[in-house]
């Protein structure tokens, strides 16, 4: 609903969450960035240069397309629990985690990198819950600074990384 705008029917959803799943996984490039932040940066600094790199790996195309915006918004939906825990993984034991899981939710990815195995139902939910009220807190600082970046044309990928240190303040 936030991203596209309409709640999808049954199939609609489906075929998102299929999209989401296969967008887990982080380029080498990514993995590699995410193995030189120090073990004791804060997870919101993680996000912050993630997304910065993915725009440098996986660029917005320059005609600043609705749907491309969209598309790199999904990417990013559905990579930062991957990007966090593989970052986690790391720099807390020097293990390389594969980040691709078949979860159906944000939610249940999360946990399953986090934990190493399938989220209980109770979990997943409450951590679903507990997303969408982040996601609905209407007219943040974060949100204000992504839409002064992107109403600037700069692309996604600013807009989002702006969006992220402004949300790290106090």
Known sequence: LLI?????????LKGYMNKLKSLRG?????KAVLEHIPAAAHPMDVLRTGCSALGTVLPEKED?????????IDRLVASFGSMLLYWWHYSQ????????????????HFLHLLHGKRPSALHEKALDQSLI???????TAST??????????SE??????GAIGALRGP
Do not use: C, K, W
């Not at 596209?4 to 609609?12: C, F, R, T």
């Not at 982080?26 to 990514?30: D, G, M």
């Not at 009220?133 to 007219?139: I, S, T």
């Not at 204000?144 to 044309?153: C, H, K, N, Q």
């Open 64 to 72: 600043r397309n609705i749907q491309g915006a969209r598309d790199i």
């Open 133 to 139: 009220l982040y996601a609905e807190h209407e007219f």
């Open 26 to 30: 982080l380029p080498a490039e990514i």
């Open 93 to 108: 034991n020097g293990r390389r985690i594969d980040v691709e899981t078949d979860d159906d939710t944000v939610a249940g």
């Open 144 to 153: 204000f600074t992504a839409r002064v970046i992107t109403g600037t044309l």
């Open 156 to 161: 996604v990928y600013s807009g989002i990384t």
């Open 4 to 12: 596209h705008g309409d709640l999808p029917n049954q199939s609609a």
